[in-house]
């Protein structure tokens, strides 16, 4: 059996490294994305985190583990099964004995292969300047994206009229985005990026000096003693989230992998995200098993600033805004209002099974925050500064890894706790299991965190998560997960306090390598305010919506590749009619191997009762650009993606899509609207790599 299973192993992984660079990690984007449901998403860190791999393959026979963390493709179990088998066993001398491994199956050797390789010479530590520049990568980014249907709020009006109105929009429909990046495999790294949105100046009013959007970095990674040092726009991830995360994190998916954070804790910022970001410089210094991190950040944010008219100079904010959009009269007097100051340390103790942090952040603001207060946010954030302090552990024993974090905060009005417990079980290469517990405090209050939970905010809410990963035979597993929670407090549009629960269940029948169909249902249950007629006091009532999935993948030959997908929502509700939608999409990849330009393809049918019924899909598009629409309403929708790959340096990406509705004369709203049934859109992007 096992001289059978080597040959078989053999066999497919030469298949595997022959796949495209673009098809594997596609399909991990896309895994990834169609979890978020939203349409305003930036995967860039991510993206550029699995490109650095497949260029620089981690060397298993002298990885730490940390770097194997950082892909995010395999669970602390799994790495630490590594490390204690080249303890016990010595190096590696062929990629083949990761069989021998007890917790990873043929599937994740796969996954891992383009990745990871054996060397048995240690990585070198030491970058000479020389070095530095023979082997760095130079990276150059232009990207053009054209409004196209005339929108309301681009009509040419009158000065006087646009002086005084919210409608209209002061810049062209156009879109911007530039980028030169020099790095050095994970050890330097200098990049500027810059970015103008639809609707904002260039060159002239309020962005004379060009784009509405700079960042700047130089990162540095070290060895033994400077672990890494960042200058400019930087990010943070701490422990589970729950005190400090400044990028985006993924909870609930048909992989219980992710409902745990593995935390980068220093990293550049190379994204156009105009608000979870850092700017200032930081530093990570380690002594044998200890490391500490010192950051600090000052940096503008977008405000409405409010002057008190029974105090002399007196001025505070009514709201913070993180759109990043500075369009119209209304958003530019928001503009780099109010001045952000951050200041923080954590504290690590590594071995080769116990992680244990300790972190203290400090944040305040050059005027004070002053919510109008209405029932469900009088717990939000309120004042000018606020602390928070928090530990976190990870400890892993064979098949074992316990995770969590626990975290207070307080400020002038407030304080309140946070905590996080997990645990991740694998009984066997076959069957995983991972149950996780949160509880956050109404009164918790952290700006930048990411903590695994049903809402938008880690806060006010606790449950209980268990999922889990059954490989059944060689061709059937299944994937599923259910979580129940409870909100203790009020939540926008909720007013008292709610529940709720979450289902998956995700069988998978993959025969072979070129062939794969799963089936997905979800239900989701949460509490909203009932719309009863004649009741004087609003009730909450009880909104189920269920999503059914079929998605159906085939490689017909080495160049073409089919995907196939059904997918249907119901939303049902006591004081509604009850609604549905419908979803088909049909994708076809052209990549053929001698020739420059790959091609990708969709047409799809679309019909929803409601924007509530909406279906958020994952589109392919221009490297580091992202689509995930809200299919809704009643129409079509198809899109072209050219890829065309020249000089040895260059790609140009080029991709027309467009959405046509059948049940509509006119899209969208306010100066947003088109007058019409049609809403396309076009990406040109440009990338000169040396």
Do not use: C
């Not at 030169?180 to 000096?209: H, M, V, W």
């Not at 049903?454 to 209980?464: D, K, V, Y």
């Not at 009643?634 to 046509?660: E, H, P, T, V």
């Amino acid at each position: 059996m096992r001289l059978i299973t080597s040959i078989f192993f053999i066999l497919f992984s030469s298949m595997l490294f022959a796949q495209e660079r673009n098809d594997i990690i596609q399909q991990r984007i896309e895994f990834i994305s169609e979890q978020l449901e939203t349409e305003s998403i930036d995967l860039t860190n991510l993206i550029e985190q699995l490109n650095f791999y497949f260029d620089e393959p981690i060397n298993i026979n002298s990885t730490t583990g940390i770097d194997l963390e950082d892909l995010g493709l395999l669970t602390d179990v799994q790495i630490n099964d590594l490390i204690l088998h080249r303890k016990v066993h010595g190096k590696f001398i062929s990629i083949y004995e990761l069989q021998s491994l007890k917790y990873w199956d043929i599937e994740t050797i796969y996954l891992m292969l383009p990745f990871i390789t054996v060397d048995e010479r240690l990585d070198n530590l030491h970058i000479s300047f020389k070095d530095a520049i023979k082997h760095g990568k130079f990276d150059l980014f232009l990207r053009y994206q054209p409004g196209m249907e005339q929108k309301t709020g681009y009509e040419d009006v009158p000065d006087s009229v646009l002086q005084n109105s919210n409608q209209h929009y002061y810049g062209n429909a156009d879109k911007y985005y530039t980028r030169f990046r020099y790095s050095y495999r994970t050890n330097i790294s200098i990049g500027l990026t810059a970015e103008k949105d639809p609707g904002e100046q260039f060159f002239k009013g309020a962005q004379k000096q060009g784009f509405d959007f700079y960042s700047f970095h130089a990162f540095y990674r070290g060895g033994k003693y400077l672990k890494s040092f960042a200058l400019g726009d930087y990010q943070i991830q701490l422990g589970q989230g729950l005190n400090l995360w400044s990028s985006y994190a993924f909870g609930k998916s048909s992989d219980i992998l992710t409902m745990k954070r593995n935390p980068i804790a220093l990293k550049p910022y190379t994204s156009v995200d105009e608000s979870r970001f850092f700017r200032g410089a930081a530093i990570n210094l380690g002594y044998r098993k200890f490391d500490i991190l010192l950051f600090s950040s000052l940096k503008t944010i977008d405000a409405t600033g409010v002057q008190d008219s029974t105090v002399d100079n007196l001025e505070f904010v009514s709201t913070i805004n993180l759109s990043g959009l500075h369009r119209t009269n209304s958003e530019i007097s928001k503009m780099n209002s109010l001045k952000e100051f951050i200041s923080g340390a954590s504290l690590n103790y590594r071995n080769d099974y116990l992680k244990i942090g300790v972190q203290g952040v400090y944040q305040t603001y050059d005027k004070p925050l002053n919510l109008t207060i209405r029932p469900y946010n009088q717990y939000y954030f309120n004042g000018q500064s606020l602390f928070s302090l928090s530990s976190d552990y990870n400890f892993v024993y064979k098949n074992i890894n316990v995770f969590g974090e626990v975290s207070y905060s307080l400020n002038e009005t407030n304080s309140g706790m946070a905590m996080l417990h997990g645990a991740l079980l694998s009984l066997d290469t076959r069957l995983s299991l991972g149950l996780l517990y949160r509880d956050y405090d109404k009164s918790y209050q952290t700006i930048y965190n990411a903590g695994f939970s049903e809402g938008s905010r880690t806060q006010n809410e606790n449950g209980l998560y268990a999922g889990l990963k059954f490989k059944i035979n060689r061709s059937w597993s299944i994937n599923a997960y259910t979580d129940v929670f409870e909100f203790p407090w009020m939540k926008y549009g909720v007013d008292a306090p709610s529940k709720g629960h979450e289902f998956l269940i995700q069988p998978i029948y993959k025969p072979s390598r070129d062939f794969q169909i799963y089936m997905r249902f979800r239900q989701q249950r949460r509490q909203k305010n009932g719309n009863f007629e004649n009741e004087v006091i609003t009730r909450l009532e009880d909104v189920t919506q269920r999503n059914y999935r079929l998605n159906i993948s085939k490689k017909i030959d080495k160049f073409i590749s089919l995907k196939s997908r059904v997918e249907m929502v119901s939303i049902n509700r006591e004081s509604r009619q009850d609604e549905y939608g419908i979803l088909f999409t049909q994708d076809i990849s052209f990549k053929p191997k001698s020739f420059p330009v790959d091609l990708t393809l969709r047409y799809a049918l679309f019909d929803t009762d409601s924007y509530d019924t909406r279906i958020y899909t994952y589109e392919n598009n221009a490297l580091y650009v992202f689509s995930i629409p809200a299919y809704y309403y009643q129409g079509s929708r198809a899109y072209i993606l050219a890829r065309y790959s020249f000089l040895k340096s260059m790609d140009l990406w080029i991709r027309y899509g467009f959405f046509l509705y059948n049940n509509r004369n006119s899209i969208g709203s306010g100066p947003q609207l088109i007058e019409g049934n049609k809403r396309s859109d076009l990406t040109v992007q440009l990338r000169i790599s040396l």
